[in-house]
Nanobody, 125 residues
Framework: QVQLVESGGGLVQAGGSLRLSCAAS????????MGWFRQAPGKEREVVAS????????YYADFVKGRFTISRDNAKNTVYLQMNSLKPEDTAVYYC??????????????????WGQGTQVTVSS
């Protein structure tokens, strides 16, 4: 069992930056691949980025490539999402999730077993 708690969301102007954090507790954090997803109002939840347990493998959705960076610190049981050059269309609730398939960077929701409660990111134009 893993418990996930996101933080770092907020209101930012377009072009600004935010760093989201997801703190994990429970079973060994390094046993899991981690992902960030987001859900905007009226839209389905979508993958943003994911990272393998060793941080050697990462995946980014096309719409965040070059702007967002996912990283993890296994000693701190934390995964991060650095978001730069934010756009109004990045406005959403952002969720972190943990997947048992630790050796790669999963992209599909159904690969993830544990989810945080989400943190709101709002980007004003």
């Amino acid at each position: 069992q893993v418990q996930l708690v996101e933080s770092g969301g907020g209101l930012v102007q377009a072009g600004g930056s935010l760093r989201l954090s997801c703190a994990a507790s429970g079973r060994a954090f390094s046993s899991y691949a981690m992902g960030w997803f987001r859900q905007a109002p009226g839209k389905e939840r979508e993958v943003v980025a994911s990272i393998s347990w060793s941080d050697h493998i990462t995946y980014y959705a096309d719409f965040v490539k070059g702007r967002f960076t996912i990283s993890r610190d296994n000693a701190k049981n934390t995964v991060y999402l650095q978001m730069n050059s934010l756009k109004p269309e990045d406005t959403a609730v952002y969720y972190c999730a943990a997947a048992v398939v630790a050796s790669r960077a999963p992209r599909r929701e159904n690969e993830y077993s544990y989810w945080g409660q989400g943190t709101q990111v709002t980007v004003s134009s």
